[in-house]
Every structure is written in C-alpha cells, then in structure tokens.
C-alpha cells in the first residue's frame, strides 16, 4: 500500500528533478523545482513526518521559492542561452566526465543494494509530530539549535555587509 | 499535557563562547554611534578576546561533557581556544594601519572575527555531528565576507565569490557524510558512534565507508589539502592581506581539531579505512604543495602553497592518532600562527596604498634598506621550513615522532624530504632580499601596530624553538 503511493511520488520528483536541470526557461526550471518539493513533502508524510512536510512546503517551496523568483525576474533572464554558449564543447571530456560518474553511481548502486535495508527503523508513536520535533530541539538539541541563531546572525552581517548600495 | 522537561544548559563551559558572541555584537552595536574613526571596535575586539581566553580557563575538572553529550570542555578545547584568541588578536592588530591605508572602513570587519572566532572555539570543542556542522559553518561564512571585505576590488571579489560557491559545494559533501554515519550509527553524538564502532557492529558497513570518505572531502576541503586545494592560492591571494593571515591560521586548526575528533577519536577502530585515504592526501598534499610553491612569483601565493604543504604535514598528526599526535597538533598550529603572523605582517609592511608590492622581485634588496625588517622575514621562512632551532623544527619534529611511535616510517621520510624541497622557495625569497639588487626604492612606513605584531611574531617564533619544553608540557598535560 505505502509503495503505492511511493513510487508515484517518487517518480514524479524525478521527472519535476530533470525537468529543473533541462528546462530552458529560468521560471520552468523554477516552477519544477516547486513540484518537486511538493513531491518530496508527500514522501515525508508517507514516513510519518508530518511537521517537517508542512515544514518542507512553507520554507521551501514557500519563502525559498519566491527568492528565487524575485532573483530570476529582478535580473530579467530570458529564455535564450546565450549565456552559456561561451564555452567551447569538448567531446572527449564530456564522454570521461559522463563515465567515471556513470562509474560512481553504479558503484553507490551496488553498496547500497549489497546493504541490509529490510529491517524497519524502531520509531515511536509520537515521531513526526510538532509537540516531539519540539521537544527533541528544546532539549536535546537545544545548543546547536541556538548556535544556528549565531549563524544566521552571522549570514545576516555578511549580506548586508556586500549589498549595502554606498561602497567605502 | 505533562510539560516538557528543561533541558541541562551548562552555561560555565559555553562561557568563551558567549563572551566572542556579546562583544561580537557590541561591535556592531558601537559601529552604529561612533562614527568614522574605528579605533574603539578595535579596542571592544581585543578586550573580548582576552576574556573570552580567561573565561576558557574556568572548568577546572577536564574533561567535562555538557548539553547532553554534544559539547565537550577538554584539553585540546581549552589549548586551541587560546590559539583562536591569539590568531584573532593577531589579525585584527594587524589589520587597523592596513585599513587604514587600504580605506576599508567597515566596522563590521572586527564583529566578523570575532564571529569567526566563536565559530572556531565551537568547532574545537563539539563532539556533536551537529555541531561540527554549523561551527564549519559559522567559520566559513565569515571567513567568505572577509575575503570579498575589499567590494571595489575585482580581486578581492572574486576570491569571495570563488571561496563560496566552492565552499559551499564542498558543505554539500560534508553533510551527506555525515547524514549517512547518523543512518548506519543512529546518532550524531561522537561518543554514541565511537561506541557503536567499537562494537564492531557498524565497522564494514558500506554506507559508513562511504560517509567517511564523504566527510573525509568535506573536511579536506576545508583545510585545502590536495586534490582540493584548488580555491587557496586564489582566495589567498585575493583577500586583504590580514584576512589571508587570518585564514591560514585560526579557521585551519580549528578545522583540523574538529578533523582530529571525527577521525582519531571516534573512529580509530576503522583506521585502515580512513589511514589509507587521509595517508593519499597528506602525502600529495605536500607535494604538490611544495613543488606548486616553487613556481610562484607572488609571495602570497607563495605562502597559500606553502600552507597547503603544511596541511599534509599536519594530516601526519591526525594518522598517527595517538596522543602525541594531538599534542603535536596544538604545538605546531600555535607556533603555525607566529610564523603565519610574522611573514604576513612583513608582507603588509613592505606594501603601500595602491602598490602592495606582492611580487617577490619587489624584496631584492630588502636587507641594505631594512636589515631588521629582512632578518625576521628571515627568520619566518626559516621556521615554516623547519630550521633548528627555529619553532618549525620542534612543530614538525613533534609530528613526525608522533607518527614514527606508530610506525609511519615511509610517511616520515616522505614528510623531511618535503620539508628539504621547501627550503628551496623559502630561500629563494631570502636569497632576492640579501643578494638581488632592489628594482626599485622602497618606500616602507613602519607603521607601529603592525610592528608590534611582528615583534610578538619574533619573539613567539624564537621562545618557541629555542624554549619549547613548558608548552610542549602543557600540550601533552
């Protein structure tokens, strides 16, 4: 029953993956980027993880989304690939390229195949939900969730450090 | 709804932490009222500093664990802690007649080092995956506004720019490695998945193999060690000359103690794996390092050659995995940060507004003008190259004996030929400075601050080699 609705889920984030990397239109590429998040978000509720599936919808697909869009149309890019058409093609290198990756992923394959994943993960009643995921950040977690305070702060200075429009 | 229990918060061994972080943002809060001249962000700077090196001091039991295992105050912890504020205290001495003369007038500069500092002395003391993470982090994103600090200079620009979309990429890789030992392990806590290891359960497990090697390019990335040393002698050479000095010492030990950790600590049952890989890098690393360093004309990438060559020699510390090998870490990153300081200070002084006289023709003739100024750059390039009885040599001696008690022998006739290559280029800018006519006049303002760096420079570099029992006691303690 789960695989059911899995391999649906899972198959269409690969496609609104692909369709990212080979859209020739900046907002396409975003808008698939989106579906796939929606995508991913289903495969989170699937293992019971409902709050981070919300979570995965408001930050990604929501606020980190819009910032792209913002970026794409503040910067007008269009359709056309002139941009990246500057590099010359170098067949040779593009063939190894694409074969020690093709090498690599068959290797992934094969150890991950060789692992033992039939065993179930030992997981509580209440995973997954708002009251356990906060509970688990406000105490066991609680130092690296306030040093993530510190680099955010951090993040925050540096931008506006190297946008700000008078240049000293 | 029963409430949820208060968490255990230990504030006393976070204190060096929430110092940097207080005065961080005094800085930047003082920034707002005071106004053009900077001199009291320098002052708050140094003063957090200094307390936060006091405030390390004040867990007396070591080692003690808090917030449940991810935080650790310990030996090492305490050691690096003063290397950061030392380093940090350096650059920023260092960096306020550079400034000056370079117009960089962004008072957030002292705030980002301090930040950076903070970030380090969390990377030294987690022994949480999590934390390694954002204490990585933390370092990393200032580390990349300081190098783009210069916004009016295309190179300044564009070491930033490299530095983050590479950086960045290479977090990817760390991450993943570490998502992937937290499946096998079940934990992000080093000591769960050291005793997972020990175990035995996990150690032929395929996706831990793989995690290491992830978190093995992560983390060599981070330390610019061969083949992913690419981005150094770029960001070197492109960031403002205290920022350079700043990153080659500070961000580097606190990247390789948190290295050391991960790898030495936790995982030394499955040292086969991990030695074989990390034996590969150090190796390369200072060959590439040293011979990539010969055919340099720019002293600064010369120096980002020069440091990459000593990350192999440091990687030796971390494949010994012994307790000498974590000593000899401390020693050699302290006496790391005088001779960095030293030479760059130098570097900084021989420059001017608009013409920083980089190129190492620009020293010929150093010596007749300034003797003084030729003998301690000296005295610098001598100790990176390890000369008795210079600090170097009791660095390097230290390393490559603590791999000689495992029995590295290669790996140690590998290292002192490295170091014999390295006198070449070292003294081939010592040869231009006393036996090259100079090409043009120099026109060297000795300015006082930076003066007094390379004075402590002198001083921490000579104490160090001719002195080196006490601190060498203390590393071992």
């Given at each position: 029953m789960e695989l059911l609705i899995f391999y649906p889920l899972a198959g269409l984030c690969v496609i609104?993956?692909?369709?990212?990397?080979?859209?020739?239109?900046?907002?396409?590429?975003?808008?698939?980027?989106?579906?796939?998040?929606?995508g991913l978000a289903g495969i989170f509720v699937l293992q019971q993880a409902h709050f981070i599936a919300i979570l995965q919808i408001i930050i990604y697909a929501g606020a980190i989304m819009v910032l792209f869009m913002?970026?794409?149309?503040?910067?007008?890019?269009?359709?056309?690939d002139a941009v990246w058409k500057k590099r010359e093609k170098n067949t040779l290198l593009t063939v190894l390229t694409g074969l020690l990756i093709a090498g690599v992923l068959y290797k992934v394959l094969e150890i991950t195949s060789a692992g033992e994943f039939d065993s179930p993960a030992h997981v509580l009643e209440t995973f997954g939900t708002v009251r356990e995921v906060g509970t688990i950040l406000f105490t066991e977690f609680v130092l690296p969730f306030e040093v993530a305070s510190i680099l955010l702060l951090v993040a925050m200075i540096g931008a506006v450090v190297l946008a700000k429009s008078k240049v000293d | 709804m029963e409430p949820i229990p208060a968490p255990s918060i230990d504030?006393?061994?976070?204190?060096p932490v929430l110092v940097l972080t207080v005065f961080g943002i005094m800085v930047l809060v003082t920034d707002l009222f005071i106004g053009k001249n900077k001199s009291a962000l320098v002052f708050i700077s140094l003063t957090g500093l200094l307390m936060a090196a006091i405030s390390s001091l004040a867990k007396y039991d070591l080692p003690v664990y808090s917030f449940n295992g991810a935080y650790i105050v310990d030996h090492l912890s305490v050691f690096f802690t003063f290397i950061f504020c030392i380093s940090s205290a350096l650059a920023i001495l260092v960096s306020i007649d550079f400034n000056q003369r370079e117009g960089i007038k962004v008072g957030e500069?002292?705030?980002?080092?301090?930040?950076?500092?903070?970030g380090m002395v969390l990377l030294a003391s987690s022994t949480d995956m999590i934390m390694?993470?954002?204490?990585?982090?933390?370092?990393?994103?200032c580390l990349y506004v300081l190098a783009g600090i210069r916004r009016n200079d295309p190179k300044s620009n564009e070491?930033?720019?490299?530095?983050f979309l590479l950086g960045a990429f290479a977090t990817g890789f760390l991450l993943y490695g570490m998502a992937l030992i937290y499946g096998t392990t079940g934990s992000t806590k080093l000591t769960i998945i050291a005793e997972m290891i020990r175990e035995g359960s996990v150690r032929s497990e395929p996706l831990m193999l793989m995690g290491v090697v992830l978190l093995i390019i992560g983390f060599g990335f981070k330390v610019a060690s061969v083949p992913f040393h690419m981005w150094a002698p770029d960001v070197y050479q492109g960031a403002p000359t205290p920022v350079t000095a700043f990153m080659a010492v500070g961000?580097?030990?606190?990247?390789?103690?948190?290295?050391?950790?991960?790898?030495?600590?936790?995982?030394?049952?499955?040292?086969?794996?991990w030695g074989i890989l990390l034996y590969i890098l150090s190796v390369l690393s200072m060959f590439i390092g040293n011979l990539g360093a010969i055919m340099q004309t720019n002293i600064k990438r010369l120096l980002a050659f020069s440091s990459v060559a000593h990350v192999g020699y440091l990687l030796i510390a971390i494949i010994a995995k012994n307790s000498l090998g974590s000593a000899s870490l401390m020693f050699y990153m302290l006496a790391y940060a005088f001779m960095i300081f030293g030479a760059f200070g130098i570097v900084i002084l021989i420059g001017r507004k608009g013409d920083e006289n980089l190129e190492i023709e620009n020293y010929s003739g150093l010596a007749y003008k300034h003797p003084i100024l030729a003998l301690s750059m000296t005295i610098f390039l001598l100790s990176l190259g390890g000369l008795p009885p210079l600090a170097g040599f009791v660095a390097k001696f230290y390393i490559f004996s603590a791999a000689l008690k495992e029995g590295f022998v290669v790996l140690v006739i590998l290292a002192v030929l490295n170091s014999a290559i390295s006198f070449y280029y070292y003294l081939k800018v010592v040869v231009y400075m006393y036996m090259k006519e100079p090409i043009k006049e120099f026109n060297i303002t000795l300015s006082p601050m930076t003066l007094f760096v390379v004075a402590i420079a002198l001083f921490g570099t000579l104490h160090l080699g001719i002195f080196p029992g006490p601190i060498i006691a203390l590393a071992q303690y």
């Amino acid at each position: 029953m789960e695989l059911l609705i899995f391999y649906p889920l899972a198959g269409l984030c690969v496609i609104f993956a692909l369709g990212v990397v080979f859209n020739k239109n900046p907002i396409g590429s975003a808008m698939s980027l989106i579906a796939m998040m929606l995508g991913l978000a289903g495969i989170f509720v699937l293992q019971q993880a409902h709050f981070i599936a919300i979570l995965q919808i408001i930050i990604y697909a929501g606020a980190i989304m819009v910032l792209f869009m913002f970026v794409i149309m503040l910067l007008n890019l269009k359709g056309d690939d002139a941009v990246w058409k500057k590099r010359e093609k170098n067949t040779l290198l593009t063939v190894l390229t694409g074969l020690l990756i093709a090498g690599v992923l068959y290797k992934v394959l094969e150890i991950t195949s060789a692992g033992e994943f039939d065993s179930p993960a030992h997981v509580l009643e209440t995973f997954g939900t708002v009251r356990e995921v906060g509970t688990i950040l406000f105490t066991e977690f609680v130092l690296p969730f306030e040093v993530a305070s510190i680099l955010l702060l951090v993040a925050m200075i540096g931008a506006v450090v190297l946008a700000k429009s008078k240049v000293d | 709804m029963e409430p949820i229990p208060a968490p255990s918060i230990d504030l006393v061994s976070l204190a060096p932490v929430l110092v940097l972080t207080v005065f961080g943002i005094m800085v930047l809060v003082t920034d707002l009222f005071i106004g053009k001249n900077k001199s009291a962000l320098v002052f708050i700077s140094l003063t957090g500093l200094l307390m936060a090196a006091i405030s390390s001091l004040a867990k007396y039991d070591l080692p003690v664990y808090s917030f449940n295992g991810a935080y650790i105050v310990d030996h090492l912890s305490v050691f690096f802690t003063f290397i950061f504020c030392i380093s940090s205290a350096l650059a920023i001495l260092v960096s306020i007649d550079f400034n000056q003369r370079e117009g960089i007038k962004v008072g957030e500069y002292y705030s980002l080092i301090l930040f950076c500092t903070v970030g380090m002395v969390l990377l030294a003391s987690s022994t949480d995956m999590i934390m390694i993470f954002l204490g990585i982090e933390i370092v990393s994103i200032c580390l990349y506004v300081l190098a783009g600090i210069r916004r009016n200079d295309p190179k300044s620009n564009e070491a930033a720019l490299k530095y983050f979309l590479l950086g960045a990429f290479a977090t990817g890789f760390l991450l993943y490695g570490m998502a992937l030992i937290y499946g096998t392990t079940g934990s992000t806590k080093l000591t769960i998945i050291a005793e997972m290891i020990r175990e035995g359960s996990v150690r032929s497990e395929p996706l831990m193999l793989m995690g290491v090697v992830l978190l093995i390019i992560g983390f060599g990335f981070k330390v610019a060690s061969v083949p992913f040393h690419m981005w150094a002698p770029d960001v070197y050479q492109g960031a403002p000359t205290p920022v350079t000095a700043f990153m080659a010492v500070g961000p580097k030990a606190a990247t390789l103690a948190a290295f050391f950790r991960v790898f030495a600590e936790t995982m030394p049952e499955i040292s086969p794996s991990w030695g074989i890989l990390l034996y590969i890098l150090s190796v390369l690393s200072m060959f590439i390092g040293n011979l990539g360093a010969i055919m340099q004309t720019n002293i600064k990438r010369l120096l980002a050659f020069s440091s990459v060559a000593h990350v192999g020699y440091l990687l030796i510390a971390i494949i010994a995995k012994n307790s000498l090998g974590s000593a000899s870490l401390m020693f050699y990153m302290l006496a790391y940060a005088f001779m960095i300081f030293g030479a760059f200070g130098i570097v900084i002084l021989i420059g001017r507004k608009g013409d920083e006289n980089l190129e190492i023709e620009n020293y010929s003739g150093l010596a007749y003008k300034h003797p003084i100024l030729a003998l301690s750059m000296t005295i610098f390039l001598l100790s990176l190259g390890g000369l008795p009885p210079l600090a170097g040599f009791v660095a390097k001696f230290y390393i490559f004996s603590a791999a000689l008690k495992e029995g590295f022998v290669v790996l140690v006739i590998l290292a002192v030929l490295n170091s014999a290559i390295s006198f070449y280029y070292y003294l081939k800018v010592v040869v231009y400075m006393y036996m090259k006519e100079p090409i043009k006049e120099f026109n060297i303002t000795l300015s006082p601050m930076t003066l007094f760096v390379v004075a402590i420079a002198l001083f921490g570099t000579l104490h160090l080699g001719i002195f080196p029992g006490p601190i060498i006691a203390l590393a071992q303690y």
